[in-house]
């Protein structure tokens, strides 16, 4: 038994459960990957240009990484990560070396799995960093990476991607799906209607970037239907650029459901002055009614991230910015906090709301029995820090015996890191195909359920969850529940 | 391995667990069945009447199937749920014919386990329910719901019912079990006085049912103590059907122990006009520890279910009622909730108070804890979304340790649905086995301690628990701890 | 199989895993104990004195074992604990033999394991107590405990103790360290600094504690500074007495970091009358964050054990005290409680704050991905109810994918009862054992790996995590930080 990507791994050693675990391997393995949640770059896509260094590619972009290191007493700068004093820190080489030589701090993390994985599967190493090889492994990965087949569009045709998904926020210009859009790459690699700048009055921006979406799109923001509009103008355009799917970050998961009057007077106030904490929280909370509303009319699939305090560490905000490794998952109350929503179009057959959250004691409680109620409801894939083995098999745990599978969403990768796809997805396949190996195990799952089950989480479910609730409408006027039609495949 | 009720089914893999499992499984699985908590219709013990069909039999009364049907985008009136305004709904056979063509999105969930388990059980039928063999199935069934030996009375005996308890409110003729009574039946068969007819402010109708429980009971109920003498009243009227429990539905399990003056003012507030929600959550609360008062005068046993959001689809509520799905599970501090309670009662030989939530956050840090301090404290086994092999794991993975064995309550199916009876108990009894199986398999539980703790957790445990604490007094005013007594069964 | 202390016990069945954990087993079982935290008492080791009785030894210090007879029924007195009045109570072999009778009741409980250990490693006996065998064990154990070989320092010794701690609160005169000073045993026994007693305004005695703190120091304790300065004071006696830690014991896991003004005005404002609970919360919150920068300052390691109700049971704190079982976990906040120290000292390189909760919830929600990006934080190992098989596993499984191993403080037994040392240390050990054997056989963990982790996770962590941050600095002035070196180790 070797830890360094036997074939076997993450796979049940009692020989009954190993043998069924492998068949079902067997049978997703090889799939295509659709990722229909991500952060990777679309500059990437549109240039096709290399990345630049092992470094780059591996270690500054990779949160994970960077905070493990931090928390044992190790500084961003020694990493290489750039201040936003523009002061100066460790160069690549030198970055990578102290990666290498504490590359052991990562047992027991996914983050080992997944570079593992990523060094095996592009570039052939099979050997873990240290010190020692530290200067030969970022020697051949540099030159590997010249290698027209590491280009970005060549490593998603290698990892077999159907279809990949980037983030951006509603005033982004898509210049670079723009350009996708002339090289065909459209539908294929898609955006995603991230509209958080211009829903969050605690975003010192706010009231600036609101103005801005009243010009991009000549809607008149200070009044709340002409601020509806000028989202629905931004959908459509994300739309035009492939989005099928809408995400909205939020530190809790409350909604609201306010008068129209209410609105406005809100609106009205968080435009004349600084927001107080109450009406910074009814706002965005309203706003996600809102997005649900719009989501019925065209379509688009809503996706809900709840439950984190970002930058709890002030001197990193300060020396080098955000999303490096000191955001914290906090408590969320999904039932009282939703309640709003769904009792408003929990039930219409176009809403189609795909949950995430970090505070897995709602996995059982709130989001299995939620999921398991409302037609709009689908389950997002354990997120973040809990999109690991043992991450996983709490989830599925937790969930399966009341949401079914069914209302799944199967996986996404939600990635910032390019090559760690294929490996999150390797792990994902992986611990489906443990999960229900136990199940076929102790005799509760047929073997050829258990196949068709596993198909459908690791790729028919996510094509099924973000696929366009009014896609397949001859004039987009029928009432086909896409729930019920897309869960037929499972 | 056929995952279609093998003789194996939820036991281990591993051969040295299963050996043991089996043998666990073999010295309980024909123990009689003690059902101490349940919602069977008393009618059907009463008339023993034949069930109409195969949909009202095992579709229209259980909320869990029509909950996943539901959450895939099925409208009740689909399913043959009678519409509160009597409007059309699809008839039986339709309606069976969508619940057969969807049976597979009942794949991982405890529904499956038990419908597989009643269709062999009652009626030899050992495929599962598909379009093709829909009809079929629902004439066979049909058929032989006509047979005497599925009439209600004869299904308590062939699934070897010691005991079983229906769920009554306060107002509640009980001309069912007055009909029992004069056919022998009480004892076996029994009421639980569940009062949240007459406790909740927040019922409509609270007031007026108060009312009518001053003038079942002749008491001056805008009295404190005439309306806790009437409760006194109905008690021994439950009693005299049997009644050994009392059953208490709370959002939070929040508990009070005002002086009298206070208790007073309380009432004479909510009396004179509509209870605003903190005077409502107080009456409750005090309520729960009068509660716990006349338990400790008359030896009942209590029941609280703390923790559940009713009605979280008010569309639903309006169309077809409450109880088919839409109640969601909620946060509780049971710890600082039952306090006030147990600082007064808890240490009560004659208060046995058994608890159940749908909070598992609070299985090791609050209940076990809890339950393994106070006399008074017994805990229910996995409630509702928790019933189902996993949670059952769950359950006993986190209390055991600090709750020991003594301190639990065995296990109750909680249905309305009588033919999933043995089928919930089966589940019980092979999660219980392959348990106890993993600790004799881990060398901390001999072989012969095993058996004996199966036995208890399978039928002794409840019928200890549900016991009147003053059942084995000679006048009644012995102080003997009847958790004292009944635990030396283990 | 035999439950009674097989050599494999808490080992897993399946033969794959099992033959991995035997090895990693057989690695770390006789290395010696580090025993950083716990609640000894330090006049055994200052006398060496004979302990009285079985029941002095085993029964009436154990608060796990009087909690669970009497959540069977069974009074204090029965068991032989002192009351607060002094009046009688059941003689030692009497309690004896109650506890024996009911020793069954501990099935499934660490008490069992504990108990079982040490009537085996102390006393040779190999039979479980019972009614029948009450006496023969009772008079066996109190004439072995005439032997030298079980004295406090004896036991010590046999049991490999390389190191141990003791809890003193600040206003402690140490003598019975200043006795053991003299006998060289300072440095292998050592105290701990456990304010508590002058940080907590809800302490009846608060006011009359802090003025003693300013006798002792001479220090002016209505001045915030002065009251600083007094603490400075007492940490520097203590490490004298070898106190490498604080401690502090806290209802939640609250921090606060407010002005200067502010202190003095809360501080003022507490000494001027009965403090309002707000009052009381608040300075609770601000001595941890000076606590955090008096040890930036003098390198102690800071102990944080947040989240206890403390006495739930009034009448068993007026009847027998404090500390004997009804103190129940609560749920706690660390997230946003801690977020105020961290954010002021979170990066030290000379805080080391080690965390320990009964919150399970907060593991891989909050815990871990907190230990995984501050430098200054480790976590704890599995606390009190906790500190368990089943315990144990499920921190393992929620804190080591986003903490890592070298984020964690290894194992510390925390008891009141000496010869529980080894059997705790025993059981911990054998589930790191069994934890990482599953990711040997999952093959995500190379063996050698696993040997290197083990030997860290039961000696080398505990060790690194308790050592002064300012320890091997010449001068005191190294910025090292101690993380890294420590965690290089592993």
């Known amino acids: 038994m070797s830890g360094h990507l036997h074939p076997d791994r993450l796979l049940p050693s009692d020989p009954v459960a190993l043998r069924v675990a492998r068949a079902l391997h067997d049978a997703v393995a090889d799939l295509p990957i659709v990722s229909p949640h991500g952060h990777t770059d679309p500059a990437w896509f549109a240039t096709n240009a290399r990345f630049a260094n092992a470094t780059a590619l591996l270690l500054t972009p990779d949160h994970y990484v960077l905070r493990m290191l931090r928390s044992q007493g190790i500084g961003y700068d020694a990493l290489g990560v750039p201040r936003c004093d523009g002061g100066p820190v460790a160069d690549p080489r030198a970055a990578w070396r102290l990666f290498a030589s504490r590359y052991d701090l990562l047992h027991g993390t996914p983050s080992r799995l997944w570079i593992d994985h990523c060094l095996m599967w592009a570039f052939g190493i099979d050997t873990p960093p240290c010190a ?9 990965i540099n030159e590997r990476l010249q290698d027209d087949d590491l280009r970005p ?14 983030t951006e926020m509603a005033l982004d210009d898509l210049s670079h799906h723009a350009a996708m859009e002339k090289q065909g790459l459209i539908g294929r690699i898609r955006t995603t209607y991230r509209p ?12 600036y970037n609101l103005e801005r979406l009243g010009e991009l799109t000549g809607q008149d923001v200070s009044d709340w239907d002409g601020m509806i509009a000028a ?7 994300f739309r035009r650029f492939g989005a099928t799917a809408t995400d909205h970050g939020m530190p809790d998961a409350q909604t609201a459901d306010l008068s129209a009057p209410a609105k406005q007077a809100l609106l009205t106030r968080l435009l004349s002055g600084p927001a107080c904490p109450k009406d910074a929280s009814l706002f965005r909370a309203q706003m996600l009614t809102e997005m649900a509303a719009l989501s019925c009319e065209d379509g688009m699939v809503m996706q ?7 930058n709890t560490d002030p001197a990193l905000l300060a020396s080098h910015g955000p999303n490096l490794g000191a955001d914290i998952p906090a408590r969320i109350d999904p039932g009282a906090g939703l309640a709003p929503l769904l009792a408003r179009h929990g039930t219409d057959a176009h809403l189609r709301l795909v949950l995430f959250c970090l505070d897995e004691s709602t996995y ?43 209302n799944l969403a199967g996986f996404n990768d939600d990635t910032r890191a390019l090559l760690s796809i294929p490996a999150r997805h390797d792990v994902w396949r992986r611990c489906v195909a443990a999960f229900l190996a136990g199940m076929v195990a102790d ?48």
């Open 132 to 140: 020692e090889n530290a200067d030969v492994l970022y020697d051949r």
């Open 153 to 166: 569009l060549a490593v998603l045709n290698r990892a077999r991607v159907e279809s990949i998904a980037t």
């Open 196 to 207: 958080d700048d211009v829903t969050d009055p605690d975003n010192p921006a706010f009231r």
């Open 231 to 237: 989202h629905r103008t931004r959908r459509a355009l």
């Open 304 to 310: 809900l991230h709840a439950g984190v305090r970002r």
């Open 364 to 406: 059982a409680r709130d989001l299995a029995p939620m999921a398991g109620y409302w037609p709009a409801l689908r389950l997002g894939p354990p997120w973040w820090f809990h999109d690991s083995p043992r991450g996983i098999r709490r989830y599925l745990d937790q969930v399966v015996e009341t949401a079914g599978f069914a």
């Open 443 to 490: 005799r509760t799952l047929p073997m050829p359920e258990a196949e068709r089950i596993a198909t459908w989480l690791c790729h028919g479910a996510a094509r099924a969850a973000y696929a366009n609730t009014r896609a397949a409408e001859p004039g987009g006027g029928s009432q086909t529940s896409t729930k019920l039609v897309s869960s037929s495949a499972i």
